[in-house]
Structures are given as structure tokens and as C-alpha cells.
């Protein structure tokens, strides 16, 4: 009797220790991001800080992550996946890697645009990509919009970056949505006729081409302008809100979803709420000088010193959806 009472208590003892412990493990989030640690670490800093919840995060690109979650199925670790660009949100989506979030805070704080319509991602961040010119060149009255880039007028006077990048590709993308695939392509077409040079492998060293009067105008996300500009402010370069007159400037985001076997969905839901909140928002921002895309909180005083813009509010799930087919568009149009 004294043995089976010492195994009673001793399994007593080990189920509470267990119970005991479990609130423990289960205040973490285990997170992928194709974002710069040095970008996401200050915001897993302070919600640690204020909640006490514990994040691991790995980083690398957005391929990788992706592969790796579909290598790892049900045993995946990851609760949370962050990455740039729709496109890639829309692609993990697709392939089955997030799960939808039914949460009325991320409704409130994210645009219906800047989110999944099937709410499996939700943008964080936004970014412009829009028109950046030589101020000793040109002015600001001589441009226009994405389109009329390909007008023979700009003939050996555009710069651009690849199209083997995601943030062209979900351009075109968007391009397609509004125009359809011909005249969409005869756009692009125009773009590579009127190149002054090879396009550039990043954005950095097409806006320093820009700067440097190899061509008097390009296409670049916002935040590429701010760093160079904050480096460099002497250079002889601005920006130029695209299509105004029309849809408004093509934007993308940063954004994140909850992947489809998260070992810790609440925690990870209430991370991903906490993000988009104004507590988090411009942390999430500044950063990297994007703007919120909680449309309720201010962007940084440098960000809001380029001036306010009018953006294209379709859907950004298209440049997703689209990818495929601005990739060929691309590779037809001589687009390299």
C-alpha cells in the first residue's frame, strides 16, 4: 500500500508540475520573417517587454522560409510568417502555409485592401513604389505616371531595376489588373525601349544611376530614396508621386499571417494584433522608413516629409494572383 501511495503521489506531483508549466510554454510565439532582424527585433523587443510573451524569430529570404514550412508540415515550429510583398503573402497563402484569422481589431486597424480578402495575411507596413527624377535634369512637371514612362519622349532617359525582383513583378501585376495583359505589355514594352541602360540588380544603385545623371528618371520603393537620402543629401534627386491624376501610386507592404499549424495561434494572434495597433505601428515603420498601414497613425517626420499622395486602393492581393503572368508578360517584352 505504501508503494502505491508513493506512486499516486508521485504522479500527482508530475500532472501539476506539468499544468504548472504549461502557461509557461505556451507564453511564446515562434516566428519566420524575410525581414532584417534589425528591423523586427526592436518590436519583439518592446511586446516582450510589455507582455512578458517570449518570441524566437529566424530570418531569411522569403524563398527559404516558405520551403522550409512546407518541409516541416504539421512539426513546423513557426506560429507566424513575415514577409515583403504581397505577392509572396498571396503565394504562401496559395500553398496552403497560413490559416485564416478571424479578428475584429486587425479588421479595424488594417485596410480591406491592404489585407487577404480570405484574411490569411494582413499588411503591416506599406511601401511606394513610385517615380524618382534628377533634379538637374528635369522637373517634377514633366512626369506623369507608370504609363507614360513609355512614351518615346523618355528615349534613353529611364532607368530601372529588375524584373527578376517581386517588387516589379507585382507592378506589372497591377498594371495587368488595370489595363489588361496587351496594353500592359505594350507599357512595358515602351519601358525597355526607352532604357538608358541595363536594368540595376537593387534599387539603391538604380537611384544613385538616377542621381548621377545616367538617366534622368526611375522607379524605386520609397524607403530606398529615404536611406540613400539620409546618407546622401546632397544628391540631386526627389520623388514624384505617380498617377495622380488617375488610380494613384502602385503600393505594397510588409505584412505577416498566422501559418497553418501554429503551435501557439493565440499568442501568435494576439502578436500579429499588437502589431498592427499604435503602439506598435510605427515602430514597425520607422524603422525602415514605410509608412504605416494602419491608416489611424502618422508616419515618421521624415516619411511625412515627402509629402502626402493619393494611393491605388485595389486590392493588393492581385499582384499575387497576377504574378505568374506579369512574369511572362516580363520575358516576352524583353524585360530583363
Known amino acids: 500500500m505504501k508503494k502505491i501511495g508513493?506512486?499516486?503521489?508521485?504522479?500527482?506531483?508530475?500532472?501539476?508540475?506539468?499544468?504548472?508549466?504549461?502557461?509557461?510554454?505556451?507564453?511564446?510565439?515562434?516566428?519566420?520573417?524575410?525581414?532584417?532582424?534589425?528591423?523586427?527585433?526592436?518590436?519583439?523587443?518592446?511586446?516582450?517587454?510589455?507582455?512578458?510573451v517570449k518570441?524566437?524569430?529566424?530570418?531569411?529570404?522569403?524563398?527559404?522560409?516558405?520551403q522550409r514550412l512546407?518541409?516541416?508540415?504539421?512539426?513546423?515550429?513557426?506560429?507566424?510568417?513575415?514577409?515583403?510583398?504581397?505577392?509572396?503573402?498571396?503565394?504562401?497563402?496559395?500553398e496552403g502555409l497560413l490559416k485564416p484569422v478571424n479578428s475584429g481589431v486587425l479588421k479595424k486597424n488594417i485596410p480591406a485592401h491592404l489585407s487577404d480578402p480570405k484574411n490569411q495575411w494582413?499588411?503591416?507596413?506599406?511601401?511606394?513604389?513610385?517615380?524618382?527624377?534628377?533634379?538637374?535634369?528635369?522637373?517634377?512637371?514633366?512626369?506623369d505616371s507608370y504609363e507614360d514612362l513609355a512614351d518615346p519622349k523618355w528615349k534613353g532617359r529611364l532607368c530601372l531595376r529588375t524584373s527578376k525582383k517581386v517588387y516589379n513583378q507585382s507592378l506589372v501585376a497591377t498594371l495587368i489588373a488595370e489595363h489588361g495583359v496587351e496594353k500592359a505589355e505594350q507599357i512595358?514594352?515602351?519601358?525597355?525601349?526607352?532604357?538608358?541602360?541595363?536594368?540595376?540588380?537593387?534599387?539603391?544603385?538604380?537611384l544613385e544611376a538616377v542621381a548621377a545623371g545616367q538617366c534622368d528618371v526611375g522607379i524605386a520603393n520609397t524607403y530606398y530614396y529615404g536611406r540613400l537620402m539620409e546618407k546622401s543629401p546632397e544628391l540631386p534627386l526627389a520623388i514624384f508621386w505617380a498617377n495622380q491624376k488617375s488610380n494613384g501610386v502602385h503600393v505594397n507592404v510588409s505584412g505577416a499571417g498566422i501559418t497553418q499549424y501554429a503551435k501557439h495561434e493565440k499568442e501568435a494572434v494576439k502578436l500579429l494584433e499588437w502589431l498592427s495597433s499604435d503602439k506598435a505601428q510605427n515602430l514597425f515603420a520607422d524603422v525602415n522608413m514605410e509608412f504605416p498601414a494602419n491608416p489611424q497613425i502618422k508616419p515618421d517626420?521624415?516619411?511625412?516629409?515627402?509629402?502626402?499622395?493619393?494611393?491605388?486602393?485595389?486590392?493588393?492581393?492581385?499582384?499575387?494572383?497576377?504574378?505568374?503572368?506579369?512574369?511572362?508578360?516580363?520575358?516576352?517584352?524583353?524585360?530583363?
Open 122 to 143: 494582413f499588411g503591416l507596413s506599406v511601401r511606394a513604389r513610385t517615380l524618382f527624377y534628377n533634379t538637374q535634369k528635369i522637373k517634377a512637371a514633366d512626369l
Open 301 to 336: 517626420a521624415t516619411v511625412a516629409a515627402w509629402g502626402s499622395f493619393k494611393s491605388n486602393n485595389m486590392n493588393i492581393a492581385k499582384a499575387g494572383e497576377l504574378q505568374i503572368e506579369a512574369v511572362k508578360l516580363m520575358d516576352r517584352a524583353g524585360y530583363k
Open 55 to 66: 518570441i524566437n524569430f529566424i530570418t531569411d529570404k522569403e524563398g527559404p522560409l516558405m
Open 70 to 94: 512546407k518541409a516541416e508540415g504539421k512539426n513546423t515550429p513557426a506560429d507566424m510568417l513575415i514577409t515583403v510583398d504581397a505577392g509572396n503573402l498571396w503565394q504562401a497563402a496559395q
Open 188 to 206: 512595358v514594352r515602351g519601358w525597355v525601349a526607352n532604357l538608358a541602360t541595363a536594368p540595376f540588380p537593387d534599387d539603391t544603385k538604380m
Open 6 to 52: 508513493l506512486t499516486t503521489l508521485l504522479c500527482t506531483t508530475l500532472t501539476w508540475a506539468a499544468l504548472a508549466a504549461a502557461p509557461l510554454q505556451a507564453a511564446e510565439v515562434v516566428v519566420y520573417s524575410a525581414r532584417n532582424e534589425q528591423l523586427i527585433k526592436p518590436l519583439f523587443d518592446a511586446y516582450t517587454k510589455e507582455t512578458g
